[in-house]
């Protein structure tokens, strides 16, 4: 085996690991592109465990074809087969486990260093900005060289403008026994004092005074989900990619740019639903039952009806099934939460944009958060600072004034589950009446607060009965003998 391959997958170092932390039952998980290398992968480790400890023998398992998005750990089907650590290679988004350790290949991925610092001088000749390096973690092995290079060239030029590199959070997670702990990301939480920054499985620091809206954000890399991640988050930063593989600069995210703006026309028609469905995206990233329970009780306050739905990767067709709910949640991780639903029944919102959508009094700042602590430490911010009564709110898309459905004040005077069950009582006793001649007695004057309620209000209701004549119609006798030649015929 070449020690290119040996080199890509990093296989002295993860055997290595394996075999320091004394695991036996190890999952390796691969993207689909990947999968071609997996018995290879699989035979080096093997060879190279049994090198380095010849008395414990190590089983691998390959995993493929995860339930959810394969940048996160698959923590259910590793424990279906009883591992003790999950080896994710590929693009990952290293969002933290609840349950397994994980370690990371990232990949490397080919790029010309002289020509990616060439370009960033270049480009920083023209700005006056303090530049912020970031890229995808599959550069991560180059970044050393195009920092080294990066230095070299600004003590030849004398040049003075400042550079700052951001760095891998870590290649091993290992969780924590609360996972509120492991699900916190310390920035950027929307908090003026904060000068931590983590995103995308990148960590920096700014000095005190500096704001990250004063930087020049470089990143390198393609246009992937991640990408995509940096541009909403930092959507008051100045952009720049560097694109490996053409190896050229890319200076306009005028389509980016605009994919902020519908998540805000999402928002405002968010508003106007009543029933919402929370989809689970992921069963493996810390802190996602907080955030389910957290968007319950967000939905519930704002006095509509929420349900829970696993049914692993959306799509169209799986969410035309539940046609009663106005609205989708996407409890996922960072990377794969911004699901584009234009050709959905419903819109998919994430929990950053559900927080705004269903607060009262909430606004759009132009800050957007994508990590779970960071949308509950802003719901919890929100909440206390609007707290005054609620007042009627206009609705863009109803064109007036509308008076949402306050479900805590019914629940004081104990009026609100009963009221709703006699309603649903009244309505199915309605529904199951033989009609006569008017078949269009019962309309939907106002939008459904539960699925039942809505599917009561459908307009099919299957075979109309002929109340005027009840008696059976006499039976007839067919054909009898094979279609060639009937017995008549």
Same mark, same amino acid.
Request: aromatic share 6%; net charge positive.
């Given at each position: 085996m070449d020690m290119e391959f040996q080199s890509r997958y990093e296989i002295n170092r993860t055997a290595e690991f394996i075999i320091s932390k004394s695991f036996t039952r190890v999952a390796l998980q691969f993207p689909d592109e *990947? #999968?071609?290398? &997996? $018995? !290879?992968?699989?035979?080096? #480790? !093997?060879? !190279? $465990? @049994? #090198? #380095?400890? $010849?008395? /414990?023998?190590? @089983? %691998? %398992?390959?995993?493929a074809d995860t339930t959810y998005g394969s940048c996160c750990v698959d923590e259910v089907g590793a424990l279906h087969i009883d591992s003790e650590c999950v080896v994710h290679y590929g693009q990952t988004c290293l969002s933290p486990t609840s349950v397994l350790p994980a370690f990371f290949v990232f990949g490397k991925a080919s790029?010309?260093?002289? &020509?990616?610092?060439?370009?960033l001088l270049d480009y920083a000749s023209h700005s006056d900005k303090p530049i912020m390096i970031l890229y995808g973690l599959e550069y991560a092995h180059v970044i050393p060289r195009i920092r080294e290079e990066l230095m070299e060239a600004l003590s030849r030029t004398e040049s003075e403008a400042k550079f700052s590199v951001a760095n891998v959070i870590c290649s091993f997670i290992s969780p924590s026994k609360d996972p509120r702990e492991s699900m916190e990301h310390p920035g950027p939480s929307g908090e003026s004092d904060s000068r931590n920054y983590r995103l995308g499985g990148l960590t920096w620091d700014l000095p005190e005074g500096n704001k990250i809206e004063d930087y020049l954000l470089f990143w390198i890399g393609s246009d992937n989900s991640a990408f995509a991640n940096v541009v909403l988050t930092f959507n008051g930063c100045d952009l720049v990619r560097y694109d490996a593989e053409e190896d050229s600069l890319v200076t306009e995210f005028? +389509? +980016? =740019? /605009?994919? *902020?703006? =519908? @998540?805000?026309? *999402?928002?405002e028609k968010a !508003?106007?639903?009543?029933?919402?469905?929370? *989809?689970?995206g992921t069963l493996g990233v810390a802190g996602y039952l907080h955030m389910i329970h957290h968007m319950q009780a967000l939905i519930s306050a704002a006095g509509k009806k929420s349900y829970i739905l696993a049914m692993g990767r959306p799509n169209p067709a799986k969410l035309a099934n539940f046609p009663e709910c106005d609205v989708f949640i996407y409890i996922s991780c960072a990377q794969t939460a911004l699901l584009d639903s234009k050709e959905f029944m419903s819109p998919v919102i994430t929990p950053f944009e559900a927080n705004l959508a269903f607060s009262r009094g909430s606004e759009w700042t132009g800050a957007y958060l994508m990590h779970f602590q960071d949308v509950i430490n802003s719901s919890k911010t929100e909440s206390e600072a609007h707290s005054e009564p609620e007042e009627p709110r206009f609705s863009f898309f109803q064109g007036g004034y509308v008076e949402d459905h306050n479900a805590n004040d019914q629940a004081e005077n104990g009026e609100g589950d009963t009221g709703e069950t006699m309603a649903l009582v009244q309505a199915a006793e309605k529904a199951l009446q033989l009609r006569g001649k008017d078949q269009n007695q019962l309309t939907k004057q106002t939008a459904a607060k539960s699925g039942p309620e809505y599917f009561l209000n459908r307009a099919y209701r299957g075979l109309e009965i002929n109340s005027d004549n009840t008696s059976p119609e006499p039976f007839i006798v067919g054909r009898s003998g094979k279609a060639s030649g009937y017995k008549h015929e």
């Open positions: *990947l #999968l071609k290398d &997996s $018995t !290879k992968v699989v035979s080096a #480790l !093997k060879s !190279k $465990t @049994r #090198l #380095l400890n $010849t008395e /414990r023998e190590v @089983r %691998f %398992f390959v995993m790029t010309e260093v002289s &020509s990616c610092v060439k370009h005028a +389509q +980016q =740019r /605009r994919i *902020l703006k =519908r @998540r805000y026309y *999402l928002v !508003k106007d639903a009543n029933i919402i469905g929370i *989809l689970v």
